[in-house]
Every structure is written in C-alpha cells, then in structure tokens.
C-alpha cells in the first residue's frame, strides 16, 4: 500500500471513495482501545456509583454528538479537512486557530492513548513473565508503541481505515471477554473510600458529563473532516453522512466507555485505572487484555497522529504531511514520559479535557454557523490560497484574517477558561453556577452570539481590525 501523499489540499472527487460505513467502521474501531476506557473510570474516580457513572457519561457524550456531528458535514462540502475548511469564517490564515485548537486535542489524546495503553501492556507482562515496572522499561514500551503509530499515521488515511475496520471486530471480542472476566468482581458502589470530588452529587454528576461524557465527542471537533473529506458529495447524502457520524460517535465512545465503568468499578479503581483493571484481571484474560492494550492503542493514536499531522502541515505549508506527522510523534511521546514521570493522571486528565474543551466549543459553533449560513456552499479553491503560499480569494478578509471570527472565538474562549472547575484552577465564575463547571455552555454560546452579531451585516460591509471588532461589543 503506497504511503498517502495528501495533505491538507483539496480531495479530487475521483479519489473521494470512502462512504458512510466506513465512517462508522473508523469512528467505531479506532476508539474500541484504553485510552478512551480510561475515561469510563473517571466518573468512578470522582466518586459516583454505577447509575451516577452511566448516566453522565451517556448524556454527556448524546449532547456533545449532536453539537459535534454537523461538523462532519463541512469537509464533505470542501475537501479538506476541517481547520483548513474554517478558513471560509476565520480567514485562510486565521484558520490556523483550528489548526492549533487541533493539534492540541490530538496531542493530548494522543498521549493519553500512549500512556494508558503502555502502562497496561507493562502490568500484564508484569503478571505473566514477571518484567519489572522500572523507568526504563516504561521508556521501552512507550517508544515501540509510538513507533508502530508512526506507521499507521505515515502511511495514511487507507491504511488507518483498514485497521479500524479489522479493530472494530477483534476489539469488541475482546471487550466482550472482558464483561465476563471481570463479572465476578463487578459491583455498583461507588469505589470505597472515595468521596464526590466536588463534595455534593449533582456537582460532580455533572463534571463527569462533561469531562467524561462531553469532551469525547468535543475530541473530534477538527478530527471528522479528516474522514469525511474521502466521502464524494455526489455519491452520499448529507443525512447518511450526518446519521452515520451521530452512529459512529455514540457507539464509538460509549461501548469503550461505558466498558471502563464496568471494570473500575469491578476492580475498585480510585487513584489509578491501569494496575487495578490488571490486578483484577483473572489469568485467562492477561493474554486478551495484553492484545486489547496494544493493538487497540496502536489503532487509535495512529488516527490522532495522522490528523496531527495534517494540523501541523496546515500551520507549516512548507512542510509534507509525512515529515510533520514525525515531528508530532516525537512531542507526543514526550507528553506520554510527562504523563508517567511527572503529572498526576486524574488531575491531568481531568485539566486537560476541561480545558481543551472550553477553547475548541466557541470555534466549533462559528464553524457550523458558518456552514449553515452558507448552506454548504464553498469555495474550495479559495481555501487553499494560504498552502500555496498565494494572497486574495473570497476568504481572504483582511491580510487572510477574518477579526470578527477570531475575536467572537476569543471571547469565547475566554470566558469559558473564567467558568471552568479543574482540580489545578478554579474559574471566577463560578460564583455564578454553585461550584458546577458550565465552561463548555459559556464558551459556545458565547462565542457563537458575538460571531452571530458582528456578522449580521450585508457580505459587502467593510472589513474590521480586532481593536475595531471588540469596540463593538
């Protein structure tokens, strides 16, 4: 299979020969892996029962699919993928503000996948030959791991698709073993000696809706497009592309999710997933937990790495996809040593999420604005004035920035950073919402009412500076 050679330019309909399933199969077997289980265990960590867990985690991750989904319908219109796409409401330079908002979630996520995924594989063979769980050994497994993403990731989007596919069937064996390994143990207390991480329920019910429920679908944000883009307009209706993104989605984060609750709770987790999910595991299932930790981690990093990549290539035109998707792996993989060595896991998770996830909501609500009031019409070559290192096109704004986009983003985001609840910082506020972390509610309806309202004017008014933008407000 040759390596793919596209970047973030604009897909040929000839080459756009992926359809719905595959979107499903991909959005399905890529997140069947610990790293997206590890957020199941959350809501356990913060101290709630079974039905606490369940319940925030599934209305979390409904309402961040019905505000995440349309974005998939973008880069079916452009493609390309969905930063270089917010060039039509941001500028094609201001676009690079997905860009970034992209490369941040993925890198997260994909240490993450890194981390959790290398410290099971260490426990298991811990248990089953006996290696030692020292720094070195961690260092090791941590590499090997992110070197066979790197594969993945290079090799591209056909290859990443096949292994989703081939994931989707073997993972869900797997995990189905799994609720029979661990059913003996399973219970629906609370993990002992574990009080609400926000002293009362409904607090804490609803900072795991939105770090454990919310923030999976809010990961794929500027991830969708890269799939959506080789699906061909002409060929598939928005509603199939629409229907199998809410699908893919839910089954996608839910199944693994909903599988790290069972285990956590089976396994008595509270500070820590991975040597409890594997001290608990009964002999028989080392062997399959072992597959499920390395394959499954493999599968999903591999797609953040590749959307990495593209990011990265959209901020450094000069750069080829292959060459930034190296450079993001080697940063990656020193957040996955951080991650080990240095930083706290529940802390860290829990930040990172919240956080990430109050910047990127405000600039996912203007880019479906957008979408909407434009109703799927873009200029496709327009877009992609900036890779080529050109000027003009109708999305050129001023000096390829579109002010009042990036100032209703960045009001956006601003006040969400003020309103967030993390276990490192505590927004101003909050005051406002009795301790309830709202941040993704203020940053998105935020910044999708001031996008809403410096726009509503003719498409011929003059262009703005940001001093001249927030004088409005």
Same mark, same amino acid.
């Given at each position: 299979?040759?390596?793919?050679?596209?970047?973030?330019?604009?897909?040929?309909?000839?080459?756009?020969?992926?359809?719905?399933?595959?979107?499903?199969?991909?959005?399905?077997?890529?997140?069947?892996?610990?790293?997206?289980?590890?957020?199941?265990?959350?809501?356990?960590?913060?101290?709630?029962?079974?039905?606490?867990?369940?319940?925030?985690?599934?209305?979390?991750?409904?309402?961040?699919?019905?505000?995440?989904?349309?974005?998939?319908?973008?880069?079916?219109?452009?493609?390309?993928?969905?930063?270089?796409?917010?060039?039509?409401?941001?500028?094609?330079?201001?676009?690079?503000?997905?860009?970034?908002?992209?490369?941040?979630?993925?890198?997260?996520?994909?240490?993450?996948?890194?981390?959790?995924?290398?410290?099971?594989?260490?426990?298991?063979?811990?248990?089953?030959?006996?290696?030692?769980?020292?720094?070195?050994?961690?260092?090791?497994?941590?590499?090997?791991?992110?070197?066979?993403?790197?594969?993945?990731?290079?090799?591209?989007?056909?290859?990443?698709?096949?292994?989703?596919?081939?994931? /989707?069937?073997? *993972?869900?064996?797997?995990?189905? @073993?799994? $609720?029979? #390994?661990?059913? %003996?143990?399973? &219970?629906? =207390?609370? !993990?002992?000696?574990?009080?609400?991480?926000?002293?009362?329920?409904?607090?804490?019910?609803?900072?795991?809706?939105?770090?454990?429920?919310?923030?999976?679908?809010?990961?794929?944000?500027?991830?969708?497009?890269?799939?959506?883009?080789?699906?061909?307009?002409?060929?598939?209706?928005?509603?199939?592309?629409?229907?199998?993104?809410?699908?893919?989605?839910?089954?996608?984060?839910?199944?693994?999710?909903?599988?790290?609750?069972?285990?956590?709770?089976?396994?008595?987790?509270?500070?820590?997933?991975?040597?409890?999910?594997?001290?608990?595991?009964?002999?028989?299932?080392?062997?399959?937990?072992?597959?499920?930790?390395?394959?499954?981690?493999?599968?999903? /990093?591999?797609? *953040?790495?590749?959307?990495?990549? @593209?990011? $990265?290539? #959209?901020?450094? %035109?000069?750069? &080829?996809? =292959?060459? !930034?998707?190296?450079?993001?792996?080697?940063?990656?993989?020193?957040?996955?040593?951080?991650?080990?060595?240095?930083?706290?896991?529940?802390?860290?998770?829990?930040?990172?999420?919240?956080?990430?996830?109050?910047?990127?909501?405000?600039?996912?609500?203007?880019?479906?604005?957008?979408?909407?009031?434009?109703?799927?019409?873009?200029?496709?070559?327009?877009?992609?004035?900036?890779?080529?290192?050109?000027?003009?096109?109708?999305?050129?704004?001023?000096?390829?920035?579109?002010?009042?986009?990036?100032?209703?983003?960045?009001?956006?985001?601003?006040?969400?950073?003020?309103?967030?609840?993390?276990?490192?910082?505590?927004?101003?506020?909050?005051?406002?919402?009795?301790?309830?972390?709202?941040?993704?509610?203020?940053?998105?309806?935020?910044?999708?009412?001031?996008?809403?309202?410096?726009?509503?004017?003719?498409?011929?008014?003059?262009?703005?500076?940001?001093?001249?933008?927030?004088?409005?407000?």
């Amino acid at each position: 299979m040759p390596i793919e050679q596209r970047g973030v330019d604009t897909i040929p309909d000839a080459e756009r020969t992926s359809g719905p399933r595959d979107l499903i199969s991909i959005l399905l077997g890529s997140n069947l892996c610990l790293g997206v289980i590890v957020f199941g265990w959350l809501p356990v960590s913060f101290g709630l029962d079974l039905w606490g867990s369940v319940t925030s985690v599934i209305t979390g991750t409904i309402v961040g699919t019905l505000l995440t989904a349309p974005l998939a319908l973008v880069s079916l219109r452009t493609g390309t993928n969905l930063s270089t796409s917010s060039g039509a409401q941001f500028g094609v330079r201001g676009r690079l503000v997905g860009s970034v908002v992209g490369l941040l979630l993925s890198l997260g996520y994909t240490a993450l996948t890194l981390w959790i995924g290398g410290d099971t594989i260490i426990g298991t063979l811990s248990r089953l030959i006996g290696l030692p769980a020292t720094g070195w050994i961690h260092a090791v497994v941590y590499a090997l791991l992110a070197a066979l993403t790197v594969v993945g990731a290079v090799y591209g989007y056909r290859l990443l698709l096949r292994l989703s596919k081939i994931l /989707a069937i073997g *993972m869900t064996a797997l995990l189905v @073993l799994g $609720l029979i #390994a661990y059913a %003996p143990d399973f &219970t629906t =207390a609370a !993990a002992p000696d574990t009080p609400y991480l926000l002293g009362s329920f409904w607090p804490t019910w609803l900072l795991s809706a939105v770090a454990a429920g919310l923030s999976g679908p809010i990961a794929f944000i500027t991830l969708l497009g890269d799939y959506t883009r080789y699906i061909s307009p002409r060929r598939h209706t928005t509603k199939s592309v629409l229907v199998s993104t809410c699908a893919g989605l839910c089954l996608g984060l839910l199944v693994p999710q909903l599988f790290g609750t069972y285990t956590a709770l089976a396994a008595r987790s509270s500070l820590d997933y991975a040597g409890p999910l594997v001290a608990a595991s009964p002999a028989w299932y080392l062997i399959p937990l072992l597959l499920a930790a390395s394959a499954g981690s493999v599968g999903n /990093a591999g797609l *953040m790495l590749y959307s990495m990549g @593209l990011d $990265l290539d #959209a901020i450094l %035109p000069r750069a &080829t996809r =292959a060459r !930034a998707t190296l450079v993001v792996a080697a940063v990656s993989t020193l957040f996955v040593f951080l991650g080990h060595f240095a930083w706290d896991a529940q802390s860290a998770m829990t930040s990172f999420v919240l956080l990430l996830t109050a910047i990127g909501t405000p600039w996912a609500v203007i880019t479906v604005i957008g979408y909407v009031r434009c109703r799927g019409s873009y200029d496709a070559d327009a877009l992609q004035v900036f890779n080529r290192r050109a000027r003009g096109g109708i999305y050129w704004y001023r000096s390829g920035w579109n002010f009042r986009a990036t100032a209703a983003w960045a009001l956006g985001a601003a006040v969400g950073l003020l309103a967030v609840s993390t276990p490192f910082y505590e927004g101003p506020l909050l005051s406002l919402t009795g301790g309830v972390d709202c941040s993704f509610i203020f940053s998105g309806v935020v910044g999708g009412a001031v996008y809403a309202a410096l726009t509503a004017r003719p498409a011929n008014a003059p262009v703005q500076t940001p001093a001249e933008a927030l004088a409005e407000l």
